[in-house]
């Protein structure tokens, strides 16, 4: 792991691949080559969504005390959630008085290039913190793209902020202290949604967490040429997932989907923030690069790199794919989260 950057240095200088992935990260992407399975590219959005689910069909073994779904109003339709209490309050006649001792709450936005992903690909993660902050986690399934394209997610996102806003003390959170995570496409929507709500003067958000976050263009950065061919996430399904969430080009520069266009008035009226990247990852450059916006606007912002990971490492906790650095990264989140918010 690659440490915050010192005063005097950036965020994008601290960014950086080890000589090659860490051998547990490798097995991850040789066991893929050995499934021969197409890229996402070349398949539909009903084939990619098809392929992830059978990558994913892993019962997480995590326990967490409550775990509840729930559909709740929407912009365009209802909004699935599922809520992870680990202290079981939610169900309790205590938390009902008002007796229980109030958490911050996370809301958590998975990844999936806006196309891919639901409520089950995001549970191993979420059940991970939900357990190790012992805090709610609400896990959110926004509206997908192509049906569904930009900003209708983001919206989806922000409902759901308001949502929590409203009603955390049912499940033992506290209002005051909401957290917005994600990871990847999902970082992508935290990060907008923390915009969006300062714009409307909506919700307030305590801390942001972004893993390998999308904010803004990063087909110019040197990451990007360094992985554009393999390591999880190619230049090809990065196009083509954005090629499915954006109808017009116009969009892709909207500050809400591109949050390092932000200019720094909005950028410095946003919470403390984590950001973490992967040394192996086309997106690395980006995430460390709004690190860098953030902090020169003022924004508090501990800034992590794992030179030897790959996209989508935070979500490898569990076999077929249980990574020790995704549970190092897991734990680095909550010391953020606790020197902050506690």
């Known amino acids: 792991m690659t440490p915050a950057p010192e005063n005097g240095s950036s965020a994008v200088d601290e960014a950086h691949a080890a000589d090659e992935p860490r051998p547990e990260a490798q097995a991850v992407l040789d066991a893929l080559e050995a499934m021969g399975a197409p890229s996402i590219a070349d ?14 069909a892993v019962d997480s073994s995590i326990e967490v005390a409550s775990v509840e779904d729930r559909r709740i109003d929407g912009p365009g339709s209802e909004i699935p959630i599922r809520i992870y209490d680990p202290s079981g309050e939610s169900n309790d006649s205590e938390a009902d008085d008002g007796e229980a001792e109030s958490r911050p709450a996370i809301c958590f936005f998975h990844g999936g290039g806006w196309v891919l ?20 986690v609400v896990s959110v399934e ?10 209708a997610g983001l919206e989806d996102c922000y409902a759901t902020l308001e949502w929590v806003a409203e009603n955390a003390a049912e499940f033992g959170g506290d209002p005051d202290q909401i957290v917005l995570a994600g990871d990847s496409a999902g970082g992508n929507l935290a990060a907008g949604t923390c915009l969006l709500t300062r714009y409307r003067d909506g919700p307030d958000v305590a801390y942001q967490v972004l893993v390998y976050p999308v904010t803004g263009d990063a087909t110019e950065t040197a990451a990007y040429e360094e992985n554009a061919a393999e390591y999880g996430l190619t230049a090809d399904e990065s196009e083509w997932f954005r090629n499915h969430y954006f ?41 460390a690069a709004y690190a860098d916006r953030l902090e020169g606007a003022g924004v508090t912002v501990s800034y992590r790199n794992y030179p030897g990971m790959i996209h989508g490492f935070f979500g490898m906790l569990e076999q077929p794919a249980d990574l020790s650095v995704a549970h190092e990264a897991h734990a680095d989140v909550v010391a953020d989260l606790r020197d902050a918010l506690e």
């Open 43 to 56: 398949l539909t959005p009903e084939d990619a969504r098809e392929r992830m689910d059978d990558l994913l």
């Open 117 to 136: 992903g639901d409520l089950e690909s995001a549970d191993p993660t979420c059940r991970k913190l939900a357990t190790e902050t012992g805090y709610p």
């Open 247 to 287: 109808e017009r080009e116009i969009d892709a520069a909207n500050i809400f989907a591109a949050p390092r266009l932000a200019n720094d008035r909005l950028l410095s009226e946003l919470p403390p923030a984590t950001i973490l990247t992967a040394g192996f990852d086309l997106l690395r450059d980006d995430g």
């Open 142 to 151: 926004y509206r997908l793209a192509p049906e569904h394209p930009f900003p």
